[in-house]
């Protein structure tokens, strides 16, 4: 039986909550996370970081762990070993939490081969809610004080370089010190990769890299915590069903290898998703144009016609391509939603190609929007912004593992999305934002520096894949996502999204013919994945209003609420690993209330079918308050009649 675990990853290293006097932290493996004070997190993360020549994070196995704890102090010893190919560095880890409060974590390394690196060393992550905007105190290394604030929109650069301490205030008032020694330390807003964090590390980028790591070259570093002010009372979570709505945005899907043909059940399947178009990657550099345009067009068209999203990668030779994709969408004819356009050797496009092609793709498609960007990330987009004039909207693509892989930091990246998009509406003109495409793992990786990557070795999982595809947490984080960057009313709604692939293991359901690796992914042939199931809830909202959803506490919970006409559907998900108590407000007298967790996602997984066609629990919510409990990684689908008066007019 291939019962879907809770997170669908790997078990985590055991996880310790501690306490340093008024602090309390949770100690995972060898990191130190979500550092709170009175229930308010101020600290998200301390950690050792060892990166490779292409920025790929080695990750380190610790073993000898001792924890000492009496419930006012601490102590913890280990051993870290980060091996991977070339890398063999290991260090000791000592944190210690005093009774006032201070944590200091040290670390003592030795590399033990020579290696290529581009960082070794500490990393502080400070959480985004409690820090964008506000003021902190910056202390470089030659003791002057800097008094500054975090950035309120997206740094493209470093917002702050040569850090010996930072305090920062958060809106309780408190401050908190964190004081690095060992290195010179500088921060990046960690927005720009979606990354939930403003994040302090050693080794400034301005300095050359990669750097040659002799054997037995030692790095020694230390971080102490303290604070400087009193605690504040933490909120509790609650979710609140506001109005007014906005349309809901066109969510499509990836189509993936465009030369595998959908079997018919496949087709149904997503047809059922109502997705708003179809993803499609073109190279006129290649053979096949034609060809590809065609066979994908027919994939939309069994799907309903469904529109192409079409990413455009122009060479050098752009001119003599375009007037080649012209004669390919004249024979084919498809349905295009909206071109993205991208040169194959630019991080972000150029204007020179994006007005190139522009008056090309108006005499094929008239009307059709023409926007560009970078297929990377944000960062790029931020720091290679071409000029307005020639784009309808600007395009990104986000994932939740450009730094960590571990849950609980795919889950923290949610919160970063939606400030992209606002990131996005601050450039010059304001332009919309495309997000295309949301994917769980990097496709690839942009700023590699180690020449082609090389073949995959027999019977391990391609890079870009990752079991959690078929997990309840990625369908959580899928909820998270759409409701992080379409369901905020106080935010720039964006003009489009993209999730995933339609089939396979990048995508929503498995192939019929079953996976290429099934002991390393371990699906079942033609099974559906859990973020099926949510998208095919918000599909049947398409075209319909998001509501604003207000939230309080912490960040553990996920809400959209949809509504179309009298009908109200709230998704709500819990983000943790742990089950998770919710009240929802702002409902009618009455709802109808269906889960997936641990206890149904087999079968829903394994007939999609039924599962969507079974009817939820009947349950009188009170007042229109309906409280839950959440499993690890549940979801709750919450339908209701669309209340009116306060909070419910539409």
Known sequence: MN???????????????????????????????????????????LHVA????????????????????????????FLAEHREGPIDFSWRGSIRGGPDGTITYRMEGEARSTFLRNRIGLCVLHPIVRCAGLPCRVETTAGAVIDGRF??????????????????????????????????????????????????YGTPLDLPFPVEVARGTRVEQSATIRLVEP???????????????RRLPPIGLGIGDPGRAWSPREAARLRALNPGHLRVDLHPSRPGLGETLARTWGQATALGGVPLEVALFLSDAAEAELVELGRAVATARPGIARWLVFHVSEKATG??????????????????????????????????????????????SINPQVHASDDASVVETLEAQPWTVRGARALPGSPPAVVSPITLRPRFNPNATGGVAPDQPP?????????????????????????????????????????????????????????????????????????????????????GECLAVQSGGDRGVAALALADG??????????????????????????????????NAEEAMRSPEAFRASRGDEVETG???????LAPYALARIDTARPRGPGGDR
Request: glycine share 10%; hydrophobic share 40%.
């Open 459 to 543: 019977g391990v999982l391609p890079d870009s894949v990752d079991p959690r595809q078929r997990s309840l947490l990625g369908a959580a984080w899928t909820l998270g996502s759409i409701a992080a960057l379409a369901g905020r009313g106080d935010d720039p709604s964006p003009l489009a999204l993209t999730y995933f692939e339609a089939v396979g293991w990048r995508g929503v359901m498995e192939r019929e013919d079953g996976p290429p690796l099934p002991d390393r992914f371990p699906s079942r042939p033609g099974e559906v994945f859990p973020m099926y199931h949510v998208l095919a809830d918000i599909g049947e909202f398409a075209g």
């Open 50 to 77: 060892v990166r490779d020549r292409d920025w790929g994070t080695v990750p380190a196995s610790i073993s000898g762990r001792s924890v000492e704890s009496d419930g006012r102090s601490f102590a913890v010893s």
């Open 231 to 245: 605690p504040a009372d933490p909120p509790s979570w609650r979710s609140v069903v506001a109005a007014p709505g």
């Open 566 to 599: 009298d009908r109200l559907r709230v998704l709500v998900a819990n983000l943790d690993a742990e089950p998770r108590a919710v009240r929802v407000l702002g409902l009618g007298a009455s709802a109808e209330v269906r889960r997936l967790d641990e206890s």
């Open 3 to 45: 019962q879907p675990r809770p997170s669908g990853a790997a078990p985590s290293p055991h996880r310790e909550r501690l306490r340093a006097g008024p602090l309390s932290a949770v100690l995972d493996g060898g990191d130190l996370r979500s550092i709170r004070l009175g229930g308010v997190e101020y600290i998200r993360r």
């Open 151 to 200: 950035p309120q929109r997206i740094a493209p650069h470093q917002p702050f370089r040569d850090i010996r301490a930072i305090a920062h205030e958060a809106d309780t008032g408190v401050w908190v010190e964190v004081r690095l020694e060992g290195e010179a330390f500088e921060m990046e807003d960690q927005r720009n990769w979606t990354d939930a964090s403003f994040k302090t």
């Open 351 to 396: 204007e020179r190609w994006v007005r190139l092609a522009r008056p090309h793709l108006e005499r094929m498609t008239p009307g059709v929007p023409i926007g560009s960007g970078s297929d990377a990330y944000f960062a790029e987009l931020n720091r290679g912004y071409p000029p307005v004039p020639p784009v309808d909207f600007v395009c990104y």
């Open 623 to 629: 007042g229109g308050t309906l409280p839950l409990v």
